[in-house]
Antibody, heavy 122, light 107 residues
Framework: QVTLRESGPALVKPTQTLTLTCTFS??????????MSWIRQPPGKALEWLAR???????YYSTSLKTRLTISKDTSKNQVVLTMTNMDPVDTATYYC??????????????WGQGTLVTVSS | SYELTQPPSVSVSPGQTARITCSGD??????AYWYHQKPGQAPVLVIY???ERPSGIPERFSGSTSGTTVTLTISGVQAEDEADYYC??????????FGGGTKLTVL
């Protein structure tokens, strides 16, 4: 059974750095074809993809946010970490992590965490 | 990066067929994926690789493709299908793109 859970601060101040952790079970990110993505959704708005990390440590970022984002993985802990610098109130959103299984449904995000709401406010 | 365009809203009566489109140049080269999202919940994959249905997704959900447009079809719409629907594409080049979402209202 695949499960994912996001954790991190619910409130950050403007200009601070946000660090979010996705802890997962039921698969290994060292298995060929496994990838993890971060996605966010501002209240009442659409989904926005942020970053992706692959089993072979290849990393990809949203063009508009790439200067602020870093994604990393700790395979031994079954965790993926996203950091976002210089937070602004417009970054207030629910942040999700989700899995891709290229050898399964290809580039679909087939399992999602429940999301964590991050509010940026002084 | 490229864009995927969806209609903001679609309305149907129970038992009718709902069709939600997603358009974008990248869809001629990349598969499309569809999710539904109910309020306060995470998205759920309902169609992958344009036309495939994950296990556990009802047969009334189907996908099709034609050129730069993919379509999610929900046959015999039920009240529980009321949700936001998002298309998505991506490939080995890395970036993932979502459409702007379509709110399906069951009248």
């Amino acid at each position: 059974q695949v499960t994912l859970r996001e954790s991190g601060p619910a409130l950050v101040k403007p200009t601070q750095t946000l660090t979010l952790t996705c802890t997962f079970s039921g698969f290994s990110l060292s298995t060929m074809g496994m990838c993890m993505s971060w996605i966010r959704q501002p209240p009442g708005k659409a989904l926005e993809w942020l970053a992706r990390i692959d089993w072979d440590d290849d990393k990809y970022y949203s063009t508009s946010l790439k200067t602020r984002l870093t994604i990393s993985k700790d395979t031994s802990k079954n965790q993926v970490v996203l950091t976002m610098t210089n937070m602004d109130p417009v970054d207030t959103a629910t942040y999700y992590c989700a899995r891709m299984n290229i050898d399964g449904p290809a580039y679909a995000l087939d399992h999602w965490g429940q999301g964590t709401l991050v509010t940026v406010s002084s | 990066s490229y864009e995927l365009t969806q209609p903001p809203s679609v309305s149907v009566s129970p038992g009718q067929t709902a069709r939600i489109t997603c358009s974008g140049d990248a869809l001629t080269k990349q598969y499309a994926y569809w999710y539904h999202q109910k309020p306060g919940q995470a998205p759920v994959l309902v169609i992958y690789k344009d036309t495939e249905r994950p296990s556990g997704i009802p047969e009334r959900f189907s996908g099709s493709t034609s050129g730069t447009t993919v379509t999610l079809t929900i046959s015999g719409v039920q009240a529980e299908d009321e949700a936001d629907y998002y298309c998505q594409s991506g490939d080995s080049s890395g970036p993932v793109v979502f459409g702007g979402g379509t709110k399906l209202t069951v009248l």
